[in-house]
């Protein structure tokens, strides 16, 4: 129905402004029909070539659509017209990571960030390309900058379904641990004895305790995310940032 009435404006109007082209072809985006995007943010980036909106957009639409190397060019040409504009800065710099340069990325985001303050993806991403360049002091400020403004930001890349019983799973947990590694009485751990199954449930205890301390922190998530990046190219399956 929305492709009927366009195509009946179109006509009647003989042509459209950029502001309807941008509409509709994020309307299509939402409706998971790239290429009709891609197609009309393509006209946004002719009536408006100074615009990096439109080409911010249209990269997203390319990159859905599984055209990463035009996604990228789109980017690319867009920087040309708007080098500091935070969007175009923020989605190039994930395909710099994506190729582990993480130097130039850093560049990228905190021009983003320059940009867009208010943005925590952005210093998320910024402190993960800091962190694997070793700068932790910078990469530690930059995560604290997210969870001063959002103290629960993490729990987004852990499992959206149930982060409002994710403390409460983790005790729960913990108890049942330190249930099975004590003794029967209840007067000392089984860790203390000899049994190899004992020591084997031990062992599995402290690896999760490990595992759950570190899974709710920015830096394990953020490199967790770059990895999870580069299967979702591999898959062309994206997740997008749109400005």
Excluded at 67 to 90: C, K, M, S, W
Excluded at 96 to 117: I, S, T, W
Aim: with cysteine; net charge negative.
């Amino acid at each position: 129905e929305a492709e009927e009435y366009w195509q009946r404006h179109e006509a009647a109007a003989g042509t459209c402004d950029v502001a309807q082209y941008f509409d509709f072809g994020m309307a299509a985006f939402a409706a998971h029909r790239y290429a009709r995007a891609a197609a009309m943010l393509r006209k946004v980036t002719e009536v408006a070539h100074t615009d990096p909106r439109g080409y911010n957009n249209l990269a997203l639409a390319l990159e859905s659509d599984g055209d990463l190397e035009r996604a990228r060019q789109t980017l690319e040409e867009g920087l040309t017209h708007a080098p500091r504009h935070h969007g175009l800065n923020f989605n190039y710099a994930k395909y710099l990571l994506d190729e582990d340069k993480f130097q130039e990325a850093a560049g990228r985001l905190a021009v983003a960030v320059e940009g867009d303050p208010g943005n925590l993806d952005i210093w998320f991403y910024l402190g993960t390309a800091l962190r694997k360049l070793g700068l932790a002091e910078e990469s530690e400020r930059a995560y604290q900058e997210i969870t001063k403004r959002d103290a629960h930001y993490v729990f987004k890349y852990i499992n959206t379904e149930t982060n409002d019983r994710y403390h409460s799973f983790v005790e729960d947990e913990a108890k049942l641990l330190l249930q099975v590694t004590s003794k029967p009485d209840g007067q000392g751990s089984l860790c203390e004895g000899e049994s190899a199954g004992a020591h084997s449930l031990c062992q599995l205890r402290d690896i999760i305790t490990e595992l759950r301390a570190l899974e709710s922190t920015l830096g394990f998530v953020g490199d967790r995310q770059l990895d999870g990046r580069k299967v979702q190219v591999q898959t062309g399956y994206m997740k997008h940032s749109f400005a």
